[in-house]
């Protein structure tokens, strides 16, 4: 009876659902029992291109939550081949999309069986433990995120390595995914020395160490807004300077205001890092943001160019811009830098609203430049720091930024390339049926989610969307590349 009022209702919603409003699909159910296929047989496959495995979870009765991991057990599958299981710590991931979206993302992390972590090799990805399931929640083309790390990877700017995946969850179908590297230190992924909490003096202490600029949630324990917003000793240091460039004076930690920028260790993890190493890249940052506001900030000796890497800045600042990526500068910012090296930007980070999937009214269409950001948002939370107008300001770093940009575009960022390049992340989806399956999962063509801009009936007209807008917004990038 329960069941028959249930799809009463879900009809009802069907026949005097508006355009605008958001279909809510069933709440999901985590069952305490083992839903993986009975049928299923190992069998050895070397092969994974062009292929959509389905990763199937049991919880084993213990319900996901944000954090700790809970301990599941993950079966992947080709068909009804079994091609890796393991004994895997899960936990839900985001904020913002987490509060927005049904359907949810997730951290996993490989685990022996004694629930201790442990690397292994899941099909084509190198030997690791830890691992997301991406939700492309909002993102109705589907490719927003792979897309651009791919062609991060082409250009030659390390991004995560990523797979198309089904997901079920305690017999649950969620839908299509996307299996893909955390960023963390790896000679595969992100590749810096490892760091010793006895590391602390001469070139040691030099590197190597990941940063990022961030909502806080992810390394809070604290839930609701506060826990964006809310930045401590612990977590990371604030820049003593505002997005304008001018000194800050009022106290350094608490509840984030616009004009703070806050640099979080990412790794070693912020419960890792000693204090010896802390004063190092504090002081490394302060030494660069002194240098780049100095008179003679354009000195290739004296200047800021003696503590960045020009080229990856200039990596970064063209693949968010070519992206038109909301976040960019201020939020998912990812940093490293190596032992007795430069800071460098990258990998590059969470790409859900870019390519025109935002429908604030700055980015309604593809004409100005994201590093504008707080001429239009001046009151936002997380402001772009002043860095980046500041190196604008640099013949030399534009002429290079020129320079790169012509090389691309007539390569790697050529229409030509990208078109490719999304064809074939579509076809991929097409041939094994994956777009369907999906929808029929999340019943969201045609309605308006939260950022989206573009509202296509049909994951095709989302492509077209997709495909038009990175067209016009290159011919754009081309007309105003010159004017820097």
Not at 159 to 169: D, E, F, G, M, Q
Request: glycine share 6%; aromatic share 14%.
């Amino acid at each position: 009876m329960k069941n028959l009022l249930f799809i009463v209702i879900v009809l009802s919603l069907f026949a005097c659902q508006k355009k605008e409003i958001t279909f809510i699909p069933p709440p999901l159910e985590y069952k305490p029992i083992d839903t993986f296929p009975k049928n299923a047989f190992w069998s050895p496959v070397t092969n994974f291109i062009n292929k959509v495995p389905t990763v199937y979870i049991s919880t084993k009765g213990n319900t996901i939550v944000n954090e700790p991991k809970v301990q599941s057990i993950m079966q992947i599958q080709l068909g009804d081949t079994i091609v890796f299981k393991s004994n895997i710590g899960i936990e839900y991931r985001g904020s913002t999309s987490f509060r927005l979206f049904d359907q949810k993302s997730y951290g996993i992390e490989l685990r022996d069986a004694a629930d201790n972590d442990t690397d292994s090799v899941i099909m084509d990805f190198s030997r690791e433990s830890d691992f997301i399931l991406y939700a492309p929640a909002n993102d109705k083309a589907l490719i927003r995120n792979t897309l651009i790390y791919d062609l991060s990877n082409q250009i030659g700017m390390y991004a995560a390595k990523t797979k198309y995946v089904h997901l079920n969850i305690d017999g649950q179908y969620l839908g299509l995914y996307v299996l893909m590297e955390k960023i963390k230190r790896d000679k595969n992924r992100v590749n810096i020395t490892k760091m010793a909490n006895t590391d602390i003096a001469g070139s040691a202490v030099s590197g190597g160490y990941i940063f990022k600029i961030d909502k806080s949630s992810g390394d809070n324990r604290m839930v609701g807004w506060d826990a964006d917003a809310t930045y401590t000793e612990m977590l990371g240091f604030r820049s003593q300077y505002d997005p304008n460039g001018n000194k800050l004076t009022y106290p350094a930690y608490g509840i984030k205001k616009g004009a703070e920028t806050y640099i979080m260790y990412e790794y070693p993890k912020n419960d890792e890092i000693v204090n010896a190493q802390k004063k190092y890249v504090q002081t490394y940052f302060s030494n660069f943001e002194d240098a780049l506001l100095s008179d003679n900030y354009k000195d290739p000796i004296n200047g800021y160019q003696n503590y960045i890497d020009i080229n990856s800045f200039i990596d970064f600042l063209i693949l968010n811009e070519f992206a038109y990526n909301p976040d960019a500068y201020r939020l998912s910012t990812f940093m490293h830098k190596e032992r007795l090296g430069k800071l460098k930007m990258g990998p590059i980070w969470d790409f859900n609203l870019g390519f025109g999937n935002d429908d604030r009214a700055a980015f309604n269409n593809a004409s100005t430049w994201m590093f504008n950001f707080n001429n239009f948002y001046s009151n936002d939370g997380w402001l772009i720091h002043f860095w980046w107008k500041r190196l604008l300001s640099d013949p030399n770093f534009t002429d290079l930024l020129k320079a790169r940009w012509s090389s691309l575009r007539a390569n790697k960022l050529s229409e030509n390339n990208i078109m490719q390049t999304i064809d074939q992340h579509i076809i991929i989806l097409k041939n094994t049926k994956s777009i369907e399956r999906h929808f029929d999962r999340w019943r969201i063509l045609g309605v308006k989610l939260p950022f989206n801009n573009f509202v296509g009936n049909s994951h095709q007209e989302e492509v077209d969307f997709l495909k038009s807008w990175i067209k016009k917004r290159l011919i754009w990038m081309d007309s105003e590349m010159g004017k820097l």
